[in-house]
């Protein structure tokens, strides 16, 4: 089993920064991409950003030269740097780690962490 845990999420004003973690844990062979989900009431779930385990990166258009995914393999853990924020950017912020299993490749999810920008 494998329990994905975030960290970071907040209140802050708009133009302001936070930074989310989500370290993976538990029967962890490796790790293929990594990503962050974040879902405003009454909308889908939408991604924000991912990375592959190589470093390669994609994010969606609104967050573009805003928002930065990074990870560390070692720790099995994936960040997102949020500056710039706006009230728009106001959701539950979901990590997800597409994880090697013994059939395949599994998804998991974390919690969610709530961000929630002010104007």
């Known amino acids: 089993q494998v329990q994905l845990v975030e960290s970071g999420g907040g209140l802050v004003q708009s133009g302001g920064s936070l930074r989310l973690s989500c370290a993976a844990s538990?029967?962890?062979?490796?790790?293929?991409?990594m990503g962050w989900y974040c879902q405003a009431p009454g909308k889908q779930r939408e991604l924000v950003a991912a990375?592959?385990?190589?470093?390669?990166?994609n994010y969606a258009d609104s967050v573009k030269g805003r928002f930065t995914i990074s990870r560390d393999n070692a720790k099995n853990t994936v960040y997102l740097q949020m500056n710039s924020l706006k009230p728009e950017d106001t959701a539950v912020y979901y990590c997800?780690?597409?994880?090697?299993?013994?059939?395949?490749?599994?998804?998991?999810w974390g919690q969610g962490t709530q961000v929630t920008v002010s104007s």
């Open positions: 997800n780690a597409e994880v090697a299993g013994p059939l395949g490749w599994y998804d998991y």
């Open positions: 990375i592959t385990s190589g470093g390669s990166t």
């Open positions: 538990g029967s962890i062979f490796s790790i293929n991409a």
